[in-house]
């Protein structure tokens, strides 16, 4: 080193300063990067870091240039925590090389960052350039990023140590030659210190690494491994509670129940945290409407309030966007958690949740963005400043006394917090010990296209109006207060009792009458009903154009409510039900002042109105529907068939192939358009749409993917193999409607008979028998088919029988090294689960998947577990709910009378009719067909039927009717011409 580089680095008071402490100056640590989340990040982890009574003092650079010019101005910098890839791929080593040799800085400890693992250096020059560690961002997590810090601050400590020792002993080379030797050994004897105590650092990092991987594992098998005989326990105690009871056998079992749920709460808690600590845990992205989240988790908190008497209220501010992009499962999770503890540590009093925008929107990769604040404000017990600052740590309680009143895990918090960091959201709380206490979390979304946005902004028409508020519950006036003036312009007045109101509304009579009252129920002295009696029947209320409308409110007894509006028919206008969410309050005060143009949209709206609409052009067309898995055939067919599309069905690629080249019609009229799946046995979508496209008359034939495959790059592929759009699954109706009627030239064609009519009402949901599946979003599922139980009874018997042992199957796999083969399994079950609802395995199923598209092997097993534990919650359902079902199954005559001949033979022929064309109809045939026949003489077919009908294997099945119409003396010619 020249006399340059020893004055550069060696100034006597920065010295001082460095290695003496004598002044304590914080390490200085530069952080160089071109993206400023990392610099936040980064400096909020560190934010409070101290290392040997000394602080951080943070120096920021976004480029290479920048960092130039301030490595020189603070030649002292203890650290640089250095971004790899920046303005070009090794810009970072680059900048390496320069400080090393240009400025001879071989002082500063550098760690080296990227979040492209394929840019890592050569092993060379991480030695020759002095490197003091290298990881990738997505590995780097708080723990790794202390011990890089504190490994790397001790090194530099040292080598200035050594360095100053140096110095001094060369200074005294001047008077005593003899000292060389002296200087040389202690130089050599600190340089092996300094080797040795990072080599020890390096081990103890490596044993801490490894201890966590083992925790986290040991984590999530263990939560495995009790979950699943927890969820056998919670199914059958709902079987038996279901059975004639003692009050006694009762009360005991629904307590079994409730500790069983309670400690899978605690289970699933755990898991969260494993896959969050060893950054498991994915963020999705998605249109959503938010009032949907918020009305989710009002139906979920609401009831455990209600027993509590403690009321809630959902507040949307009228700036709001409602249709955003983001993750709505993820922030569910948040909003539930914090409401769930709001109700928890609250006694009485209310709860409020309240949305509003944070500063203003902004643009960026040409999309809008909107940070929204969200805040639920408590009146519970509070907390201690104390006990805040440790409250998002891991394993930590407000309440961490001895017997543990609230109970809980103490990770629902740390779990929020590690959320909204993923989603780059900030979260904190404020409290006052017994005065109840305010958590506030930020999250930035994306808008929607402007013709799908909604706010919750009264149109000209209703800006203005007079309304009255009347509830006994002050809080209760003072938030629906809030709610009806942010629609805007609403001109509010409260009464805390119905005489009171009675008086002010009909002094208003005489100048300016009210246009609403919203009112509570239950109230003293006068409740709800009795007000709107005594409105609806005075005669100065009834002179035109001065009643008022009115919408009541009520948290209890619904049942009730609805018998006395059926008894006094006393003109009620419509019915809130508390918690009162500002989007249900806007769409009751639209609805009965007819603006239902303004309307906020309820969940599957859209859906409603696509097959309304859009699908009328199309009714009639005829459709092949290639895909090799039952169940996804099964909800496919469903969908197609329930909107008019004549549907036939390819089990392969191969199948496909041959029905295009021969599947004219009897008018020589080709598919309208092919459905087409990508994995299939025998020949994939892929090839079978290069060989339709070599088909002269096919050339313009609309061919759709639709697959399972999301990732990027595979719409691309669907392209280039030569189809014209793609739609994924679990399938959205909605897309898949908009494609056909996108490609599928309109025109009158004939309509199915058998085709289900669209309600415009939403039906009902089917009979509870979907009571014991709590792993399916149920309302979803019955949405999506169309409310056909039958149909979700079929899909979720063959995914029984099925997976029922895919678990084993694919562990099986793996071990075989049949890695192709496991994926296909976990990809099939991951495009069923989907389009079943069952958001927690196919979320599950979707990261197994990716890890082993991608080989991530060191993932793998994680979240296998994971997989398996989502996969067996599902199939014990199921098996609860066969048992169920078989129970519930009346006696087989089996001695009775083949009575209905002519029913027979009709059903027979009608279900052979329909198995040659491959209609959905023919599932439901079995149905009516068996019952008839009796089970002694005809059991071993009617097995066979009931097994291969749903299963469209048309040759078992034509083979055992036939054998039947021998039996029964029954022709089958002409049925195909039915």
Same mark, same amino acid.
């Given at each position: 080193?020249?006399?340059?580089?020893?004055?550069?680095?060696?100034?006597?008071?920065?010295?001082?300063?460095?290695?003496?402490?004598?002044?304590?100056?914080?390490?200085?640590?530069?952080?160089?990067?071109?993206?400023?989340?990392?610099?936040?990040?980064?400096?909020? /982890?560190?934010?409070?870091?101290?290392?040997?009574?000394?602080?951080?003092?943070?120096?920021?650079?976004?480029?290479?240039?920048?960092?130039?010019?301030? +490595?020189?101005?603070?030649?002292?910098?203890?650290?640089?925590?250095?971004?790899?890839?920046?303005?070009?791929?090794?810009?970072?080593?680059?900048?390496?090389?320069?400080?090393?040799?240009?400025?001879?800085?071989?002082?500063?400890?550098?760690?080296?960052?990227?979040?492209?693992?394929?840019?890592? *250096?050569?092993?060379?020059?991480?030695?020759?350039?002095?490197?003091?560690?290298?990881?990738?961002?997505?590995?780097?997590?708080?723990?790794?990023?202390?011990?890089?810090?504190? !490994?790397?601050?001790?090194?530099?400590?040292?080598?200035?140590?050594?360095?100053?020792?140096?110095?001094?002993?060369?200074?005294?080379?001047?008077?005593?030659?003899?000292?060389?030797?002296?200087?040389?050994?202690?130089?050599?004897?600190?340089?092996?210190?300094?080797?040795?105590?990072?080599?020890?650092?390096?081990?103890?990092?490596?044993?801490?690494?490894? =201890?966590?991987? =083992?925790?986290?594992?040991?984590?999530?098998?263990?939560?495995?491994?009790?979950?699943? *005989?927890?969820?056998?326990?919670?199914?059958?105690?709902?079987?038996? $509670?279901?059975?004639?009871?003692?009050?006694?056998?009762? !009360?005991?079992?629904?307590?079994?129940?409730?500790?069983?749920?309670?400690?899978?709460?605690?289970?699933?808690?755990?898991?969260? %945290?494993?896959?969050?600590?060893?950054?498991?845990?994915?963020?999705?992205?998605?249109?959503?409407?938010?009032?949907?989240?918020?009305?989710?988790?009002?139906?979920?908190?609401?009831?455990?309030?209600?027993?509590?008497?403690?009321?809630?209220?959902?507040? +949307?501010?009228?700036? /709001?966007?409602?249709?955003?992009?983001?993750?709505?499962?993820?922030?569910?999770?948040?909003?539930?958690?914090?409401?769930?503890?709001? /109700?928890?540590?609250?006694?009485?009093?209310?709860?409020?949740?309240?949305?509003?925008?944070?500063?203003?929107?902004?643009?960026?990769?040409?999309?809008? &963005?909107?940070?929204?604040?969200?805040?639920?404000?408590?009146?519970?017990?509070?907390?201690?400043?104390?006990?805040?600052?440790?409250?998002?740590?891991? @394993?930590?309680?407000?309440?961490?006394?001895?017997?543990?009143?609230?109970?809980?895990?103490?990770?629902?918090?740390?779990?929020?917090?590690?959320?909204?960091?993923?989603?780059?959201?900030?979260?904190?709380?404020?409290?006052?010990?017994?005065?109840?206490?305010? %958590?506030?979390?930020?999250?930035?979304? #994306?808008?929607?296209?402007?013709?799908?946005?909604?706010?919750?902004?009264?149109?000209?028409? /209703?800006?203005?109006?007079?309304?009255?508020?009347?509830?006994?519950?002050?809080?209760?006036?003072?938030?629906?207060?809030?709610?009806?003036?942010?629609?805007?312009?609403?001109?509010?007045?409260?009464?805390?009792?119905?005489?009171? =109101?009675?008086?002010?509304?009909?002094?208003?009579?005489?100048?300016?009458?009210?246009?609403?009252?919203?009112?509570?129920?239950?109230?003293?002295?006068?409740?709800?009903?009795?007000?709107?009696?005594?409105?609806?029947?005075?005669?100065?209320?009834?002179?035109?154009?001065?009643?008022?409308?009115?919408?009541?409110?009520?948290?209890?007894?619904?049942?009730?409510?609805?018998?006395?509006?059926?008894?006094?028919?006393?003109?009620?206008?419509?019915?809130?039900?508390?918690?009162?969410?500002?989007?249900?309050?806007?769409?009751?005060?639209?609805?009965? @002042?007819?603006?239902?143009?303004?309307?906020?949209?309820?969940?599957?709206?859209?859906?409603?109105?696509?097959?309304?609409?859009?699908?009328?052009?199309?009714?009639?067309?005829?459709?092949?529907?290639?895909?090799?898995?039952?169940?996804?055939?099964?909800?496919?067919?469903?969908?197609?068939?329930?909107?008019?599309?004549?549907?036939?069905?390819?089990?392969?690629?191969?199948?496909?192939?041959?029905?295009?080249?021969?599947? #004219?019609?009897?008018?020589?009229?080709?598919?309208?358009?092919?459905?087409?799946?990508?994995?299939?046995?025998?020949?994939?979508?892929?090839?079978?749409?290069?060989?339709?496209?070599? +088909?002269?008359?096919?050339?313009?034939?609309?061919?759709?993917?639709?697959?399972?495959?999301?990732?990027?790059?595979?719409?691309?592929?669907?392209?280039?193999?030569?189809?014209?759009?793609?739609?994924?699954?679990?399938?959205?109706?909605?897309? $898949?409607?908009?494609?056909?009627?996108?490609?599928?030239?309109?025109?009158?064609?004939?309509?199915?008979?058998?085709?289900?009519?669209?309600?415009?009402?939403?039906?009902?949901? *089917?009979?509870?028998?979907?009571?014991?599946?709590?792993?399916?979003?149920?309302?979803?599922?019955?949405?999506?088919?169309?409310?056909?139980?039958?149909?979700?009874?079929?899909?979720?018997?063959? %995914?029984?029988?099925?997976?029922?042992?895919?678990?084993?199957?694919?562990?099986?796999?793996?071990?075989?090294?049949?890695?192709?083969?496991?994926?296909?399994?976990?990809?099939?079950?991951?495009?069923?689960?989907?389009?079943?609802?069952?958001?927690?395995?196919?979320?599950?199923?979707?990261?197994?998947?990716?890890?082993?598209?991608?080989?991530?092997?060191?993932?793998?097993?994680?979240?296998?577990?994971?997989?398996?534990?989502?996969?067996?919650?599902?199939?014990?359902?199921?098996?609860?709910?066969?048992?169920?079902?078989?129970?519930?199954? *009346?006696?087989?005559?089996?001695?009775?009378?083949?009575?209905?001949?002519?029913?027979?033979?009709?059903?027979?022929?009608?279900?052979?009719?329909?198995?040659?064309?491959?209609?959905?109809?023919? &599932?439901?045939?079995?149905?009516?067909?068996?019952?008839?026949?009796?089970?002694?003489?005809?059991?071993?077919?009617?097995?066979?039927?009931?097994?291969?009908?749903?299963? $469209?294997?048309?040759?078992?099945?034509?083979?055992?009717?036939?054998?039947? =119409?021998?039996?029964?003396?029954?022709?089958?010619?002409?049925?195909?011409?039915?």
């Amino acid at each position: 080193m020249n006399d340059r580089d020893e004055k550069f680095i060696f100034d006597d008071e920065l010295m001082d300063d460095a290695f003496t402490g004598k002044n304590l100056a914080p390490w200085k640590i530069m952080i160089v990067d071109d993206e400023n989340a990392v610099h936040e990040t980064t400096m909020r /982890v560190l934010g409070d870091f101290s290392f040997e009574d000394r602080g951080v003092r943070f120096l920021n650079a976004f480029s290479a240039e920048e960092t130039k010019r301030l +490595i020189i101005k603070h030649p002292d910098t203890a650290i640089i925590l250095l971004d790899v890839v920046m303005e070009t791929d090794h810009a970072g080593l680059e900048l390496v090389r320069h400080i090393r040799e240009e400025l001879g800085n071989r002082f500063v400890r550098i760690i080296l960052r990227t979040g492209q693992p394929g840019k890592a *250096p050569e092993k060379k020059v991480i030695i020759e350039y002095d490197i003091s560690d290298y990881k990738t961002k997505t590995e780097l997590t708080a723990q790794k990023l202390f011990t890089a810090i504190i !490994s790397s601050l001790r090194s530099y400590r040292d080598l200035g140590i050594i360095r100053k020792a140096n110095e001094e002993l060369k200074n005294e080379i001047y008077e005593r030659k003899k000292a060389e030797k002296k200087l040389a050994i202690l130089n050599a004897r600190l340089e092996e210190l300094v080797d040795e105590r990072t080599k020890k650092l390096a081990e103890t990092t490596e044993q801490a690494n490894a =201890a966590s991987k =083992a925790k986290s594992q040991f984590l999530a098998r263990m939560s495995h491994e009790i979950r699943t *005989p927890l969820n056998g326990i919670i199914g059958l105690t709902n079987l038996i $509670l279901k059975s004639d009871l003692t009050s006694r056998q009762d !009360s005991h079992l629904k307590k079994v129940r409730e500790s069983s749920n309670h400690l899978l709460y605690i289970i699933n808690d755990l898991l969260d %945290f494993s896959r969050i600590e060893e950054g498991k845990f994915t963020i999705d992205t998605r249109d959503f409407m938010l009032n949907h989240v918020i009305n989710k988790v009002a139906d979920i908190v609401g009831e455990r309030s209600a027993e509590k008497k403690v009321e809630l209220f959902y507040l +949307i501010d009228k700036a /709001v966007p409602l249709s955003l992009t983001g993750d709505p499962l993820r922030l569910n999770q948040i909003l539930i958690n914090l409401m769930g503890n709001a /109700v928890k540590f609250t006694e009485k009093g209310e709860i409020i949740l309240k949305v509003q925008v944070a500063g203003k929107p902004w643009t960026e990769n040409g999309s809008e &963005w909107v940070k929204l604040l969200f805040s639920v404000r408590d009146t519970g017990i509070g907390i201690s400043p104390e006990q805040i600052e440790n409250l998002f740590h891991p @394993f930590t309680q407000a309440d961490g006394s001895v017997t543990r009143k609230y109970g809980g895990t103490g990770l629902g918090l740390s779990i929020c917090l590690q959320l909204v960091d993923l989603m780059k959201g900030r979260i904190w709380a404020e409290s006052v010990k017994g005065k109840g206490s305010t %958590f506030f979390f930020t999250l930035p979304f #994306a808008l929607q296209s402007e013709e799908k946005r909604y706010t919750l902004l009264a149109p000209k028409d /209703v800006r203005g109006l007079k309304v009255m508020v009347i509830d006994d519950n002050e809080a209760a006036r003072i938030i629906f207060k809030d709610m009806l003036e942010a629609f805007d312009s609403f001109q509010i007045t409260v009464a805390d009792s119905g005489e009171k =109101a009675l008086d002010i509304l009909k002094n208003a009579l005489s100048h300016k009458p009210y246009d609403m009252i919203l009112l509570d129920w239950k109230m003293p002295v006068m409740d709800g009903f009795e007000v709107v009696r005594r409105i609806r029947s005075d005669p100065v209320f009834m002179k035109k154009g001065s009643m008022p409308k009115i919408i009541m409110v009520t948290m209890y007894g619904r049942e009730d409510v609805f018998q006395r509006t059926k008894t006094e028919k006393i003109g009620i206008d419509a019915f809130l039900y508390k918690p009162v969410s500002s989007s249900a309050m806007f769409n009751s005060v639209m609805d009965v @002042f007819g603006q239902e143009d303004v309307l906020v949209p309820r969940e599957n709206t859209e859906i409603e109105e696509v097959g309304s609409k859009a699908l009328a052009g199309i009714m009639g067309a005829r459709i092949l529907l290639v895909e090799d898995n039952e169940i996804n055939r099964d909800v496919a067919l469903a969908l197609l068939e329930e909107a008019g599309l004549i549907t036939e069905v390819a089990k392969n690629g191969l199948e496909a192939v041959e029905m295009v080249r021969t599947g #004219a019609d009897d008018a020589g009229n080709l598919y309208d358009a092919v459905i087409m799946d990508i994995e299939m046995p025998e020949m994939g979508g892929y090839e079978a749409t290069r060989i339709i496209r070599n +088909i002269p008359w096919c050339k313009n034939l609309p061919v759709i993917a639709m697959t399972a495959h999301a990732m990027k790059g595979d719409r691309e592929k669907c392209m280039d193999a030569g189809m014209n759009e793609y739609t994924t699954k679990p399938i959205d109706e909605q897309h $898949l409607y908009a494609i056909l009627c996108k490609w599928i030239k309109p025109g009158k064609r004939d309509i199915l008979e058998d085709k289900v009519t669209r309600q415009k009402i939403i039906p009902e949901m *089917p009979s509870n028998f979907l009571s014991v599946l709590p792993c399916i979003n149920l309302e979803a599922a019955a949405k999506r088919l169309r409310y056909n139980e039958k149909l979700i009874r079929r899909i979720l018997q063959s %995914f029984l029988e099925k997976y029922g042992q895919a678990a084993d199957d694919f562990r099986k796999l793996l071990d075989e090294g049949r890695i192709r083969d496991a994926q296909r399994l976990i990809h099939s079950i991951k495009g069923i689960s989907g389009n079943l609802c069952a958001d927690d395995l196919f979320l599950a199923s979707q990261e197994l998947d990716a890890a082993l598209k991608q080989e991530k092997a060191e993932n793998i097993q994680t979240l296998t577990e994971a997989f398996e534990q989502k996969l067996t919650t599902l199939i014990t359902s199921l098996k609860s709910l066969e048992s169920e079902e078989k129970k519930a199954m *009346p006696a087989l005559k089996e001695n009775r009378k083949i009575a209905d001949m002519p029913r027979i033979e009709q059903v027979m022929k009608e279900m052979y009719s329909l198995l040659k064309k491959k209609r959905l109809r023919a &599932w439901e045939l079995p149905d009516t067909l068996l019952p008839l026949l009796p089970d002694a003489e005809f059991h071993e077919e009617k097995m066979i039927l009931k097994k291969s009908v749903p299963a $469209l294997d048309t040759q078992k099945a034509f083979s055992v009717l036939s054998e039947l =119409a021998d039996k029964l003396d029954i022709s089958l010619e002409g049925a195909d011409d039915q």
